[in-house]
């Protein structure tokens, strides 16, 4: 029996989610939660096989998610399963160790065998998500991404420099390097874009 973590902010998508996966005969859902804090407590607790987890999810993103799995040295694979195609999203997944990259409309025999799949050890990726993941390059920094998302969600530079315990000239100078890298005229256009992108 294949034992899996759902990770899913929209209860509607959690359910359907568990609902497809239960109707398995060789997989079982055994926790889901809503945000990423509480999805990484379930994941220690019950040590699952398989994790599916979104990417945009309150206190710990997916990607947060698999970044703490991974540093904890947790036993499971992760597969992302998103409504995000985007390049930058999927490059950042697969270098950060996700065995799956999945998108939420895919049919849901997909799913499942994903699942198997990724529990085998194997690879779970769209081919077309996967020939675009390396097509553009994502050209910021850890650092100047923690700022740049810090800032398109409305924080000062004080603000920003507070939360990351740097100084105000410091996180100024990573969002000019941001900003110059993208292209943008300000902040908030940069944040934007690479939002848009799937780099933030």
């Known amino acids: 029996m294949i034992r899996v973590v759902i990770a899913e902010d929209q209860s509607l998508v959690l359910g359907a989610l568990a609902a497809l996966l239960d109707l398995e005969e060789d997989i079982e859902v055994v926790a889901t939660a809503s945000d990423g804090t509480e999805a990484l407590k379930r994941i220690r607790e019950v040590q699952p096989d398989v994790v599916l987890t979104d990417i945009e999810m309150p206190e710990m993103t997916g990607l947060e998610l698999l970044g703490a799995v991974k540093d904890q040295n947790l036993s499971c694979r992760v597969i992302i399963v998103t ?35 990724v529990n085998q050890g194997l690879r779970a990726v769209s081919p ?38 740097l100084s105000e000239g410091t ?8 900003i110059g890298k ?3 005229a300000n902040r908030t256009e ?11």
């Not at 997944?93 to 998108?103: D, H, K, Q, R, V």
């Not at 390396?134 to 850890?142: I, K």
Request: proline content about 3%; charged content about 30%.
């Open 83 to 117: 409504t995000f195609g985007r390049s930058g999203y999927l490059r950042r997944a697969l270098e950060g160790g996700a065995s799956g990259y999945l998108l939420k409309d895919a049919p849901a025999d997909e799913l499942a065998e994903a699942v198997r799949r």
């Open 128 to 165: 077309e998500l996967a020939a675009q993941a390396w097509s553009e390059p994502d050209p910021l920094t850890d650092r100047e991404r923690q700022v740049l998302r810090l800032a398109g969600d409305g924080l000062s530079t004080a603000g920003i420099a507070e939360q990351l315990h």
């Open 171 to 178: 996180v100024r100078n990573y969002l000019s390097e941001a």
């Open 182 to 184: 993208l292209g943008a």
């Open 190 to 200: 940069a944040a934007r874009l690479a939002r848009k992108e799937g780099w933030l």
